[in-house]
Nanobody, 118 residues
C-alpha cells in the first residue's frame, strides 16, 4: 500500500518561500495511472487544492496560487516537492500531499503544520 510522508520546516517567516517534500513509498511517482497533489487546510477553513505533478512530470496549479507555487520531483528519491513563495500569515495551514487517481485524492499523508510568523 502506498504511503506518503510530508517533511519540512514548521515555521516560515513572512515574505520567505515555504518548501515541503513528500516522500512516497509503496509506489512509484512515475507510474502512469497517478498524479501527485498538494492540498492545504488553513485553520477553520476548507481544504484547498494547490496543484499537482503528473506521472510525466507536467504540473498543474490552482489559478489562485499559480503565481506563487511550484511543484517539482526527484524520481531517484521517489519524492515530490512544493514551493510557495512570498508567504503571508494567511498561508498558515496544515499541508498535505496525496496520490491522485481519476480526479480523486485517494491516499494522503498525515499532514504537516506550517505557520507563517515573524
Amino acid at each position: 500500500q502506498v504511503q506518503l510522508q510530508e517533511s519540512g520546516p514548521g515555521l516560515v517567516k513572512p515574505s520567505q518561500t515555504l518548501s515541503l517534500t513528500c516522500t512516497v513509498s509503496g509506489g512509484s511517482i512515475t507510474a502512469s495511472d497517478y498524479a501527485w497533489s498538494w492540498i492545504r487546510q488553513p485553520p477553520g477553513k476548507a481544504l484547498e487544492w494547490m496543484g499537482l505533478i503528473a506521472s510525466d512530470g507536467n504540473t498543474y496549479y490552482s489559478p489562485s496560487l499559480k503565481s506563487r507555487t511550484s511543484i517539482s520531483r526527484d524520481t531517484s528519491k521517489n519524492q515530490f516537492s512544493l514551493q510557495l513563495s512570498s508567504v503571508t500569515p494567511e498561508d498558515t495551514a496544515v499541508y498535505y500531499c496525496a496520490r491522485r487517481r481519476l480526479s480523486t485524492e485517494e491516499y494522503w499523508g498525515q499532514g504537516t503544520q506550517v505557520t507563517v510568523s515573524s
